[in-house]
């Protein structure tokens, strides 16, 4: 059954075109003269992109009923990353196009969410945070203190980043999935 503009809201999963949606911001508009409507900015749950829509009264907007399920990832094989639904024991794989930049924070056992519409893996949504070890960073200066400046190490990921002077190879450090950024060290 079709929605009406009054029941858009943040957060609904909409189907607009054969692709699915996420309605990010809506604002409800009701003009002096006129019918009212709906601007809203949808985040395409694919590829993330951003686009403005606006709906009038008499238009049929179908909501996209997405499942959520918790997958566990195993290992790469070329551009195939394969994940285990614990649920099912069923092995899901996906390609590095669906991941995207998320591929350079799956390390071995990572618990992650998958999204699926009508049993398609639309996109996964990682753990804010994850501990990574530093592979490679050059020597730090004896003396070297945390508001001294940034230097770039390589993560077992193969992610590169920005840490503070006193980060060393081998050292565990906290990373922010969205952002990509340096949080604190765990150990040493």
Same mark, same amino acid.
């Given at each position: 059954?079709p929605?009406?503009?009054? %029941? #858009? +809201?943040t957060?609904?999963?909409i189907? #607009?075109?054969?692709?699915?949606y996420q309605?990010? =911001?809506?604002?409800?508009v009701k003009?002096g003269?006129g019918a009212?409507?709906v601007?809203? +900015? #949808?985040?395409? $749950?694919k590829?993330?992109?951003?686009?403005?829509?606006?709906? +009038?009264?008499d238009?049929?907007?179908?909501?996209?009923?997405?499942?959520?399920?918790k997958? %566990?990832?195993?290992?790469k094989?070329e551009?195939i990353?394969h994940?285990i639904?614990?649920?099912? $024991?069923e @092995?899901?794989s996906l390609s590095e196009?669906?991941?995207?930049e998320?591929?350079?924070f799956l390390?071995?056992?990572l618990?992650?969410?998958a999204m699926?519409?009508k049993?398609?893996v &639309?996109n996964?949504n990682?753990p804010? $945070?994850?501990?990574l070890?530093v592979v490679y960073?050059? =020597?730090g200066?004896?003396g070297?203190?945390? +508001?001294a !400046?940034n230097k770039s190490a390589?993560? =077992?990921?193969? &992610?590169? *980043?920005?840490?503070?002077?006193? *980060?060393?190879? !081998?050292?565990?450090i906290?990373v922010?999935?969205r952002t990509? @950024?340096y949080? @604190?060290r765990i150990?040493?």
């Amino acid at each position: 059954m079709p929605l009406s503009i009054n %029941q #858009l +809201k943040t957060g609904l999963t909409i189907l #607009l075109d054969n692709t699915v949606y996420q309605i990010i =911001e809506v604002e409800h508009v009701k003009p002096g003269k006129g019918a009212a409507f709906v601007r809203t +900015k #949808l985040k395409n $749950f694919k590829n993330g992109t951003l686009i403005e829509r606006t709906f +009038k009264g008499d238009d049929k907007i179908n909501e996209a009923f997405i499942e959520e399920i918790k997958l %566990q990832y195993l290992y790469k094989s070329e551009d195939i990353y394969h994940f285990i639904n614990h649920n099912t $024991f069923e @092995e899901i794989s996906l390609s590095e196009q669906i991941l995207g930049e998320k591929v350079h924070f799956l390390k071995d056992n990572l618990e992650v969410t998958a999204m699926l519409y009508k049993g398609e893996v &639309l996109n996964i949504n990682l753990p804010n $945070f994850i501990e990574l070890e530093v592979v490679y960073t050059e =020597e730090g200066i004896k003396g070297d203190t945390v +508001k001294a !400046g940034n230097k770039s190490a390589t993560l =077992e990921t193969g &992610l590169v *980043i920005e840490v503070p002077l006193f *980060i060393k190879k !081998g050292d565990i450090i906290k990373v922010d999935t969205r952002t990509k @950024e340096y949080i @604190e060290r765990i150990s040493t």
